[in-house]
């Protein structure tokens, strides 16, 4: 646990250091889409989606042979719209006890297959390629607007299957697992939450499980 803990503050260490460090961007879009909860004007979305965009350039979406790196950042307008819509309200920052919940679980299904949808909706980028919204962009798109789920890429995925935490595919049970263990060590995930949420930002719970098992196979590898 001691372990765990040292690698949530390694990582947020890091956002600190640098005060125009690409680790920010979860915050400037994370409290971009907090403060303008409610704004449904199409400067708003407008807004947002930019925002979403240079998050997801940040953390590695625009590269390779992602189907956004075609785009432009109003591609993400009608993700926005979506992500926006009161029904998601409960999902925003959700605690490890609501998460758990049969309910949540099941709206966190369905925002999902939305954004999925949205840009299979979209003009392909490769002529007779449906646009792909991968796990890992679903989930980093998920942590930057709602803070509910952890970004599964492929340092969290290890992690979590090499401390048998979860199986590592993004599903309903795989994110129970991962609040489960939140819930398991609370009190330490709790008082080191409640000192990283001082500096401008209240970080959800499963900002917490991302930063933690991300750095855990980043050190790992390195």
Same mark, same amino acid.
């Given at each position: 646990?001691?372990?765990?803990?040292? #690698?949530?503050?390694? $990582?947020?260490?890091?956002?600190?250091?640098? +005060?125009h460090?690409? $680790?920010?961007?979860?915050?400037?879009?994370y409290?971009? =889409?907090?403060?303008?909860?409610?704004?449904?004007?199409?400067?708003? =979305?407008?807004?947002?989606?930019?925002?979403l965009? !240079? $998050?997801? *350039?940040?953390?590695? %979406?625009?590269?390779?042979?992602? !189907?956004?790196? &075609?785009?432009?950042?109003?591609?993400?307008?009608?993700?926005v719209?979506?992500?926006?819509?009161? &029904?998601?309200?409960?999902?925003?920052?959700?605690?490890?006890?609501?998460?758990?919940?049969?309910?949540?679980?099941t709206?966190?299904?369905?925002?999902?297959?939305?954004?999925?949808?949205?840009y299979?909706?979209?003009?392909?980028?490769?002529?007779?390629?449906?646009?792909?919204?991968?796990?890992?962009?679903v989930?980093?798109?998920?942590?930057?607007?709602?803070? #509910?789920? +952890?970004?599964?890429?492929?340092?969290?995925?290890?992690?979590? @299957?090499?401390?048998?935490?979860?199986?590592?595919? !993004?599903? @309903?049970?795989?994110?129970?697992?991962?609040? @489960?263990?939140?819930?398991?060590?609370?009190? *330490? =995930?709790?008082?080191?939450?409640?000192?990283?949420?001082? #500096?401008?930002?209240?970080? +959800?719970v499963? @900002?917490?499980?991302? %930063? #933690?098992?991300?750095?855990?196979?980043f050190? *790992?590898?390195?």
């Open positions: 646990m001691e372990e765990a803990i040292r #690698c949530i503050r390694t $990582y947020y260490n890091e956002t600190v250091e640098d +005060p460090g690409r $680790y920010l961007s979860w915050q400037h879009c409290n971009a =889409f907090i403060t303008n909860r409610g704004g449904l004007d199409e400067n708003t =979305f407008d807004y947002l989606a930019l925002h965009a !240079f $998050y997801l *350039a940040s953390w590695g %979406m625009y590269r390779g042979s992602s !189907f956004l790196l &075609q785009k432009d950042y109003k591609v993400h307008i009608p993700v719209k979506i992500l926006m819509e009161e &029904q998601y309200n409960s999902l925003v920052g959700i605690t490890a006890e609501e998460l758990i919940k049969d309910e949540n679980l709206l966190l299904e369905d925002v999902s297959a939305r954004i999925r949808r949205a299979a909706d979209e003009k392909p980028s490769i002529e007779e390629r449906t646009n792909n919204a991968t796990d890992t962009l989930t980093k798109i998920l942590l930057g607007t709602l803070g #509910c789920v +952890p970004a599964y890429d492929r340092y969290y995925v290890q992690s979590v @299957k090499q401390y048998g935490i979860s199986t590592g595919g !993004f599903n @309903k049970e795989s994110v129970r697992d991962v609040a @489960k263990y939140y819930l398991s060590h609370k009190d *330490a =995930f709790e008082t080191v939450r409640a000192e990283l949420s001082t #500096c401008g930002v209240e970080y +959800p499963m @900002k917490l499980m991302d %930063m #933690c098992m991300w750095q855990v196979a050190e *790992a590898d390195n």
